[in-house]
């Protein structure tokens, strides 16, 4: 089994309106768990997250780095809303798995477009098989953008490889005009490569290639 | 995922806005409207809010309702009650209520002293 511990924050928020809420402000269409991403006005990336629904509650798990931005995004977003939010990090441990992850009454187990992500109790003890450098190596054969490499907000969406985030029909949300325009316009700039050999823009190098953010 | 002790991780204080005293007005044709749709009912109000979202970050919500949870201060206008949300009392305050009759987005129509920007459509602002 190739695991490996990310680096993740994971924010429990309550209330009957935190779908409708994360659905107003992100990329993709919340209606369940899903991936998705928070993007500035100019559709930079804040954070991409799993939207995870845990009994009547939403799990948000997202790249340590960027949580204080995306918790200054949300807050002063709430308003008459009923959403409360817990960080819950400290009692979590989030892992990404590469093969599928058996389901346990512990674990906290959900499909991803990047593989199986863990999110599990700091008492419940994963292994962590894959070494950072093995991580990488993985992302680079596959074309998996991740959190603090390809997927910063430097870029957008698009740039990244997180076109499938995007949601084509969903309403409104803040970076949307841009990111529809640039759509539209089939003019989406920059987008996610594997090429070969060590490159001075890589973002990601491994053995034989590299992933970079370049028009080609 | 452990969820049994989360209770115990204290709620992230939320950004409590400073509350204040919403002066809002209505334009005639927006009055002339309201009172086509409330008739000689004045036991509904007509609550204006703001949820997030939106391609500003911010989004009008406007409804009418009988009674509602929100913590809200009221307001009357013309003999209409209209709510306010004091969580969004400060994004609402100096505001108009406008209606625009046309055949594309057409309605009411929020004119906003506080918005730095607004998107197309109107219907969200930062």
């Given at each position: 089994m190739r695991v490996f511990q990310l680096d993740s924050y994971v924010l429990l928020l309550s209330g009957k309106d935190c779908l409708k809420f994360i659905d107003g402000l992100s990329t993709n269409k919340v209606?369940?768990?899903c991936t998705t991403v928070f993007t500035k006005s100019n559709a930079k990336i804040i954070d991409m997250v799993e939207v995870i629904v845990v009994g009547e509650n939403i799990a948000i798990v997202g790249h340590n780095q960027y949580k204080e931005d995306l918790l200054d995004h949300l807050n002063s977003r709430i308003l008459q809303q009923d959403v409360s939010m817990r960080d819950i990090s400290d009692f979590n441990k989030v892992y990404i798995s590469f093969d599928e992850y058996p389901m346990s009454n512990e674990i906290t187990v959900v499909q991803t477009f990047r593989g199986w992500i863990l999110v599990a109790p700091t008492s419940?003890?994963?292994e962590s098989t894959l070494t950072e450098k093995?991580?990488?190596?993985?992302?680079v054969?596959?074309?998996i953008p991740h959190q603090g490499f390809?997927?910063?907000?430097?870029?957008h969406p698009f740039n990244c490889?997180?076109?499938n985030l995007v949601h084509e029909a969903k309403g409104c949300y803040i970076g949307q005009e841009i990111l529809t325009r640039m759509r539209s316009r089939n003019k989406t700039g920059k987008a996610l490569h594997r090429v070969e050999g060590e490159q001075e823009d890589a973002t990601t190098t491994g053995n034989t290639h590299s992933l970079v953010i370049r028009r080609i | 995922m452990d969820c049994g002790t989360c209770e115990t991780a204290p709620a992230i204080e939320v950004i409590q806005p400073k509350v204040v005293d919403a002066k809002l007005t209505i334009t005639e044709k927006a009055i002339d409207m309201l009172t086509e749709a409330f008739g000689d009912d004045r036991s509904h109000a007509l609550l204006v809010g703001v949820l997030s979202g939106g391609c500003s970050g911010y989004m009008y919500d406007l409804q009418i309702v009988e009674t509602t949870d929100i913590d809200c201060q009221e307001v009357v206008i013309s003999g209409f009650r209209v709510l306010v949300p004091n969580a969004s009392s400060h994004l609402l305050d100096g505001i108009e209520v406008d209606y625009v009759d046309r055949l594309m987005g057409g309605g009411f129509k929020i004119n906003n002293p506080n918005a730095s920007s607004s998107c197309g459509c109107g219907?969200?602002?930062a």
């Open positions: 209606e369940g768990t419940q003890q994963v093995e991580f990488n190596q993985y992302r054969d596959h074309l390809e997927i910063t907000p430097a870029h490889g997180l076109h | 219907e969200s602002f």
